[in-house]
Each structure stands twice: as structure tokens, then as C-alpha cells.
Nanobody, 114 residues
Framework: QVQLAESGGGLVQPGGSLRLSCTASGIMSSPSGMGWYRQAPGKQREVVARIFPDGSTKDADSVKGRFTISRDNAASNTVYLQMNNLTFEDTAVYYC???????WGQGTLVTVST
């Protein structure tokens, strides 16, 4: 059974940093493509960043230069989202997703507030 376990959300002030982690278990192949998505109150879920099996990444324009997606090593199904210079607009529930599947994590709340 595939499971995605996220951690690392919390409350941070504008300009601060957080790192989210997601570990996928029960996957038959590694590495798999994985991504971070977010959903703010009253808005649709949107892609934040993705990392593909070959290690290449793709970030949303809104987070370029501030967020970085990475994985432990080339064979790992643990991915991270380093978020720097956070703004109020980054407040959302962040979800980990196994690309090309219906598997999602439970979500972790990131709140940027003074």
C-alpha cells in the first residue's frame, strides 16, 4: 500500500524559512516522480514544484528563486521542499503527490503571519 507521509509545516513570519519533507513508502520502483502542491483557502490546488526520476525539477513561477525541491539521493523516495523568503501568499496546505498516480499525502499547513 502506497503511503505519503509529510512533515515540516508550521507558523513562520514573512521572510522566514521552512523545510517540508515527504517520504513515500510501498512503492515498487524508485526513484519516482514526486511533487509538492498547495491549496490556499478559497483557491484551487496548484503545483508548487516537481522532481522527476532523472532528477530534473520544475518550479512554479511564483516560487522560483525562493523554493527548492530536492531528494536525499538519486534512488530516494524522500523529497524535500526548502522554502525561503516566505510571504503571506504562501500560506496554504501543502500536499505531497506521487506523479502520475492518485496518491497524495494528508497535507501539512504552512502559515505565514506576523
Amino acid at each position: 500500500q502506497v503511503q505519503l507521509a509529510e512533515s515540516g509545516g508550521g507558523l513562520v513570519q514573512p521572510g522566514g524559512s521552512l523545510r517540508l519533507s515527504c517520504t513515500a513508502s510501498g512503492i515498487m520502483s524508485s526513484p519516482s516522480g514526486m511533487g509538492w502542491y498547495r491549496q490556499a483557502p478559497g483557491k484551487q490546488r496548484e503545483v508548487v514544484a516537481r522532481i522527476f526520476p532523472d532528477g530534473s525539477t520544475k518550479d512554479a513561477d511564483s516560487v522560483k528563486g525562493r523554493f527548492t525541491i530536492s531528494r536525499d539521493n538519486a534512488a530516494s523516495n524522500t523529497v524535500y521542499l526548502q522554502m525561503n523568503n516566505l510571504t503571506f501568499e504562501d500560506t496554504a496546505v501543502y500536499y505531497c503527490h506521487l506523479l502520475g498516480t492518485l496518491y497524495w499525502g494528508q497535507g501539512t499547513l504552512v502559515t505565514v503571519s506576523t
